[in-house]
Structures are given as C-alpha cells and as structure tokens.
C-alpha cells in the first residue's frame, strides 16, 4: 500500500509538472496578439493566411517577423466578423507596415484593441489609404500608445441601427478612445490621418454623430488638423474644435510638409492651387509649391503677406527651395521668414525664368530673415533687399548662413547680421561700410559692435576700369563712376560684360584703362557697338593671372581701339587669352609694343581686320591662332614664327612698326575709314 501511495504521488507530481512546463511553453509559443480571433504562434507565424482562411482574409498576405516584431501586410483585405480585427495580449513595442496599392481591416467589435504597456507603430506605405474599421471603436487604448508613422490613414467607427431602434441616442461609437491617463497617447509623424465615427441607418444615413478622438494624448510632428477649422489638441481629452467640444463625426490630420505661409500649413491637398488656398489678401500673383521637390515658385511681382504670423515659416528638419522669376516681395508684421531647427532654406533665381535676374525683397518690423539652428543660402543671380527693423538676419551659433547674392540690408535698429556668421562666397563680398568684419558674431565692426548702418553685400569683380574696381555698386553706370575726366559715352557692367556705347572713351591716365584677373575663373566680353576707344599712359587693355577676355561687335560696323602713349596697348600676362571675334576690327597702338605676352599668353583673332603698331614690336612673345581666313597682309612677307611667339618680317626679325591681318573683303570695303586690301 506504501509502495502504491508513493507511486500515485510520482505521478501526480510528473502530471502537474508536465501540465505546468506544457502551459509554459503554451505561453512561449504565442507572440502576444491575435488577428481575427487567430492567436499568433510559433506554430502558424510562417503561414498565417492559412491560418486565417479565405473566410478571414479575403486578399493580400499577412507576414509576421517575430525577431523585429513586425507585422507586414500586403494589398490586405480582412473582415474579422465578431472578434477584433487586430488585439494585442501582451505587453511590447509592435510595428505594422503596410504595403500595396490598398489596404484595410474591418470588424463588427473593434478594429485595434491596445491594453497596457502596448506600443504599436503603423507604418502605411499604400498607394491609397489604409483603412482600419470598428463597430463600437475604430482604434481603443488602455494605458497604451498608437504611432501613425506616414502614409495615409482611415480610422473608422460606425455601428448600424435599424431605422425603428429606440436606442439611438443611448449609443456612442469612437474612432479613437483612450483612458485619459498620461501613458495613453497618439502620435502622428509627417502623415494624413482621417478619422470618421458615426451612427447609421440601413440607408447609410447619419442617426448621431460619433466621437472622433477622446481621452488621449495626442502629438502631431510634422502635420496638423485641417478639418474641422480651428479645432485643436487638448491634452489628455483628445481634440476640441472652437467651441471646446470633442470633435464629432468627422477628424482630418494632414502631413504639413513643413511650410506654412501666412500661419496656413500647406499640404499635399492645399498645396496644388495656392491662389484659392491662401486667399488675395495673403497672395498676390502667382504661385506654386512642388510637394515632391518641396519648392516653392513665386512669379513676376508676386507677394506674400503673412499679416500677424510670418510670411514663410519651415518647420524643423524640413527643406525648402524658394524659386523665383523677376520681382517679389514677403512681408509680415512679425518676422518675416522663419527657420526652425535643422530646416534648410535656399532662395534661387528660377531656372526657367525669362530674365537673367530676380529680386526678392523682404520686409519686416522685426526681423527679416530668423534662423533657429536653420541653414539659409542665399543663391547667386538674385538681388535680395532686406527691410528688417530689428534684423536684416538672426540667427543662433548653430545656424548657417551662406551668401552668393546680391544683397542689400537696410539699417537695423541692432544689426543687420547677427548672432550667426555669414559665409560669403567669392567673388561675394562686404561692399559698403568699409572696416565690417565677418565673425561668429555676425556682421560687426573691429570692436566686435554689430553693424547698424545700411550693409551693401556683392560681386567685386576681377576688373579695374581707369584704376576703379568694378563692383555690384557702380557697374550699371561706370560713365558717372568713372567722371567726364576718365569716361564719355554710354559705359556700364553686367554679366562680366562690358558695355561700350558708340564713341564710348575711357582713359586710365597713368592706371590701366582696363585691367582684368582671373581671380573668379569666368570668361569676360567686352561688347562695343560702333566706335570705342581705351587709352592709358600705360596700357590700353592689361589681362593678367588666366584672365580671359572675348571682343565683340554687336553692330555691323566700326573699330574697338587700344591705346598706350608710354607702354603697350594690350599686355597679356601669366597665361592670358584674349579672343578678338567677330565685330569690325580692332586696333592697337603701343609706344612699345602692339600686343605683347611672355610667350606662354594666346591671342585668338577672328575679326575682320586688326592693326597692331608698337615701336619694340607689333605683336610679340604670344601664341597667335588666327581662325577661318585671317591672314597677315602687312608688311609685305611678314608670317607668325612659332619658335619667336611672334610676328616677323621675311629675314625673320620680330616685325617693329605696323602689323596689319584681315579678312577677304571686297574691293573698296572701308572700316571706320581705314581702307582694306581686297584679296
């Protein structure tokens, strides 16, 4: 009997173990949530649309990673009948993605359910939206928290009453409900989410209206509530519209893409007629943003006024392009543009524009331009003029600044940069007041004291004009920069082109009468129309340091002309290139040489006809390449030696005196009353 008690004790003891490592291993097998009533489980985890039938999953697939935690669906199509769509049972950190064209899961109970300690991220990546549906709760959060991490949406709850249902008004359905305590919370990052709850008939007709979201937390990153108007979070009921009521029936959240423009986030479904979104009393003229570069077009005098909030903000980590063509404006009466963190911010000349240039001018009572950790390039091509009363431009230590524009700052009342230092790339640089300093400070003076005082910021241009730097300042008049003394004529500087009018002078006196440097590697033109003339003591035309300089006509006839009464009237320097093209002709007159390098300089001559004269040589010591039927014509025998880089007579003598190359011309033909040979 002793024997049997023990035994009987053995194999209750083994029996219970066994049914405890049993359970164990029961709770082992399952990964804490259940998709129509089907329990997730080792077992079925590889093939959970058998798992779940046709019945279930009506299309798409369903494929769980339990070492990420993820739950991916395809094109899915489920209707779980009357268990909930997608329940979780244990606590953890869950992902969702979605993929396909569409998607959506369905439910006669509740389409989500979170308990405690439960975060679920949804990650929609569907061409269309993806849609979660409930009976009494589109989505329910105990202690939970729900993150709707891109994509589009739909949450749904919608409980069909029959049309003679007393009970309609004892009834409420939620799209989304919480707890009301602190770790209950949603959160929407950079997507669209629409919320619907409502009571029906068997015709779809509206009985009551449901609650959208109640009782929850709730965080928008990069998005905001765009339906109803002026509804808002309140923290931790949900969201109230502008009566203070939780918001019913109908909750649309949009992605912001970042921009707003006079307070009103522009999204993706605003964003395609700004015109109507914005209204005339915020945009005049023309405008468009791009929701996939993120740029932002302003047409020919289009205008921005922001009225009580600022013109253009960008909201953190986010980018902007702002393209313009010919002339606009942003204004505000509070700051006029604002940067958050980490936003990035370009202001370019539109590459389709039909004008070389734009103009952007921005004015504010307080600051033009103000970055918080943000980086703001402003591009070459465009003239800013900033009008802020308080700052041109603020900014913090960890915000950027780059400047290639022209740019022109209006006295502030406590600098026109401050607080962040600018980055001028040459050829870009401080014009106007001399002595300001470039420092971490921003824009100061030797004391470290901010600039006030009107800042001029601009091209300095590799050209000296009669001893007189051409810069963004004075190159639309250099007739009255230059004075009567230095300049006659109709002469100006745009483009890296300089502009000679008919009978146009300058002379240089004991200075260059035009001098260029490489120091910006760019090609410049001189384009004379008739007749025009460079005179110095020292020389007429001096290129130097790579410098490259093309002679154009843009009429039909007369003569460019260099001239030097104690020197050479044009000098090529340290690998030079001077192009003579098309045009008339061009003289140069030396008191030593014509034309004169160091051997390593290269003339290109394409005229129809060009005169050198310098009594220690005509043309001298440079690569002469003379294109199409350029030849030399006087004197009688002279050729170009590649050996000498020179121009010599028939015993091989560097030729003193007169060189003249032209053209075939017909007989006759005359250039500003010089007669050339017919050939």
Not at 45 to 73: C, H
Not at 326 to 346: F, M, P, R
Request: include cysteine; charged fraction near 20%; aromatic fraction near 4%.
């Amino acid at each position: 009997m002793l024997h049997i008690k023990y035994l009987r004790t053995l194999v209750a003891w083994l029996l219970g173990g066994a049914l405890l490592l049993g359970g164990q291993h029961a709770l082992a097998d399952g990964y804490g949530f259940k998709i129509a009533g089907v329990e997730v489980t080792d077992a079925n985890a590889n093939a959970l649309d058998a798992a779940l039938g046709s019945s279930r999953l009506t299309s798409g697939s369903i494929v769980y990673k339990a070492t990420e935690k993820t739950l991916e669906f395809s094109d899915v199509t489920l209707s779980a009948g009357e268990e909930n769509a997608l329940e979780f049972t244990q606590a953890g950190e869950y992902t969702l993605v979605v993929e396909g064209e569409q998607g959506s899961i369905s439910s006669q109970k509740m389409g989500i359910v979170l308990p405690e300690g439960v975060k679920l991220t949804i990650k929609s990546r569907t061409q269309g939206m993806f849609s979660i549906t409930g009976t009494t709760h589109g989505v329910k959060l105990t202690k939970a928290e729900l993150v709707i991490n891109g994509g589009a949406v739909l949450i749904v709850a919608e409980q069909k009453l029959p049309e003679e249902n007393p009970n309609v008004q004892d009834k409420m359905v939620w799209a989304i409900q919480g707890d009301a305590q602190p770790q209950t919370t949603l959160r929407v990052r950079a997507a669209s989410l629409t919320l619907q709850a409502r009571i029906t008939n068997d015709q779809n007709q509206v009985k009551k209206k449901g609650i959208c979201l109640a009782d929850a937390n709730v965080s928008l990153i990069s998005c905001s509530i765009v339906t109803p108007k002026g509804a808002a979070v309140d923290n931790p009921h949900g969201v109230k519209n502008s009566d203070g009521q939780l918001v019913e029936e109908t909750l649309e959240i949009e992605e912001s893409l970042g921009l707003e423009i006079a307070g009103i986030p522009i999204t993706r479904a605003n964003a395609g007629d700004l015109v109507s979104t914005l209204g005339p009393d915020i945009l005049s003229g023309e405008a468009r943003f791009n929701t996939d570069t993120h740029e932002l077009w302003l047409g020919d005098n289009a205008s921005i006024n922001g009225g009580e909030k600022p013109a253009i903000r960008l909201l953190e980590s986010r980018t902007l392009n702002l393209a313009l063509v010919g002339s606009c404006t942003l204004s505000s009466k509070v700051n006029a543009v604002e940067l958050g963190s980490y936003a990035l911010a370009t202001v370019a000349h539109s590459s389709g524009s039909p004008v070389p240039t734009s103009t952007l001018t921005v004015t504010s009572p307080a600051n033009a331009f103000n970055l918080v950790d943000a980086q703001l390039s402003l591009g070459a091509n465009i003239t800013c003029i900033l009008n802020g009363a308080k700052h041109g431009i603020a900014g913090t230590p960890s915000s950027q600044l780059y400047i290639q524009s022209r740019t022109t700052i209006a006295s502030s009342a406590e600098g026109a940069i401050v607080g962040v230092e600018p980055v001028l790339d040459p050829p870009v640089s401080i014009l106007d007041p001399s002595g300001a300093i470039v420092s971490s400070l921003g824009l100061t003076d030797a004391t470290n004291t901010p600039i006030k005082s009107k800042v001029e910021i601009g091209m300095a241009f590799g050209v000296r004009i009669a001893g007189l730097q051409i810069t963004d300042l004075n190159a639309s008049d250099l007739t009255a920069a230059l004075g009567n003394s230095k300049a006659t004529g109709n002469i100006r500087f745009a483009n890296y082109t300089l502009y000679l009018g008919n009978n146009a002078t300058i002379d240089g006196g004991d200075s260059p009468a035009l001098e260029i440097t490489n120091d910006d590697d760019v090609t410049y033109t001189i384009d004379f129309r008739g007749n025009a003339q460079l005179k110095s003591t020292t020389s007429g035309l001096l290129l130097n340091r790579q410098a490259k300089l093309i002679t154009l006509q843009s009429s039909t006839d007369g003569m460019l002309s260099f001239t030097s009464t104690q020197g050479n009237a044009i000098e090529l320097q340290r690998d030079a290139k001077l192009t003579l093209k098309y045009g008339s002709g061009v003289t140069a007159t030396g008191e030593k040489y014509g034309i004169v390098g160091s051997d390593a300089e290269e003339l290109e001559v394409a005229v129809q006809y060009l005169q050198a004269e310098g009594k220690a040589g005509a043309i001298a010591h440079v690569s002469l390449k003379l294109k199409g039927e350029m030849s030399i014509i006087e004197p009688t025998g002279a050729r170009y030696d590649e050996a000498k880089h020179s121009v010599v007579d028939a015993e091989g003598n560097v030729v003193k005196g007169r060189v003249t190359l032209n053209k075939p011309t017909p007989a006759g033909f005359t250039i500003a009353s010089i007669p050339v040979n017919s050939s």
